[in-house]
């Protein structure tokens, strides 16, 4: 892993089109501003994993899940 | 068309009903090209089916008819992303994770599959907002069955 110091307003280049600007540090945290282009996605890692994780629970559900469950909504007039 | 599913068998799909994925979804991101399909049987649900992997699809719910008051906000970059126009407006959908045998269902508003309709192209958001949950619920068991712990035993 690349480790780089930076002070305060300093900034790192990622290739030609990313940066990233050390914007505030305080109390153990630090605020980071990022520009990418719109193809970037960037997240928090810890939602990043959250959504990985909940994206791979909603393709496990087996259909007969599926048919229960939309029953369940259609009883409750949610359908 | 036709396209094999391993959840649905086979299954008619309209072109209308075709989805470019740019980035696929998180997690999923080799998966670029679905069909956003709409099955009596499964109403209101409708499934995300992959085209490449005939076992890859994700139960897909409108978001709006759960929670009214949800207001998703785009930032320009995500607009921008998905080749808005101004004064186009976007379509949402909230992946739905399904548990518990189908008892139980929860919807993911922090991170809604945003579509341009007419473009057919797609993209995974996540919205800055924290109040919108990966996890909001919308079915649960009618009554938690109480803890199966014996006072007598201590």
Do not use: C
């Not at chain 2, 989805?19 to 009596?40: C, M, Q, R, S, Y």
Request: hydrophobic residues 40%.
């Amino acid at each position: 892993m690349l480790v780089l110091s930076r002070k305060l307003g300093e900034n790192i280049r990622i290739g030609d089109e990313i940066k990233v600007i050390v914007l505030d540090v305080r109390g153990g945290q630090v605020k980071l501003g990022i520009e990418a282009p719109h193809t970037v996605q960037v997240h928090r890692q810890e939602i990043y994993l959250r959504i990985q994780e909940a994206n791979r629970r909603a393709a496990s559900a087996p259909p007969a899940w599926l048919g229960t469950a939309s029953q369940g909504l259609r009883q409750q007039g949610l359908g | 068309m036709k396209i094999h599913t391993a959840t649905l068998g086979v299954v008619e799909a309209a072109p209308e009903s075709f989805l470019t994925l740019p980035d696929g979804l998180i997690g999923f991101e080799e998966h670029k090209e679905f069909a956003l399909l709409e099955l009596a049987d499964y109403r209101p649900f409708r499934w995300l089916q992959s085209f490449s992997d005939p076992g890859l699809s994700f139960p897909v719910l409108d978001p709006h008819a759960f929670v009214p008051a949800y207001e998703p906000s785009l930032s320009e970059a995500d607009r921008a992303g998905l080749g808005f126009d101004p004064g186009e407006t976007p379509l949402f959908y909230a992946i739905a994770t399904v548990e518990d045998a189908g008892k139980s269902v929860t919807i993911n508003l922090r991170a809604p599959l945003v579509v341009h309709p007419t473009r057919r192209i797609a993209r995974q958001v996540v919205l800055a907002d924290s109040r919108w949950e990966i996890q909001h619920p919308i079915l649960e068991r009618a009554r938690r069955a109480a803890p199966a712990r014996a006072k007598a035993s201590h």
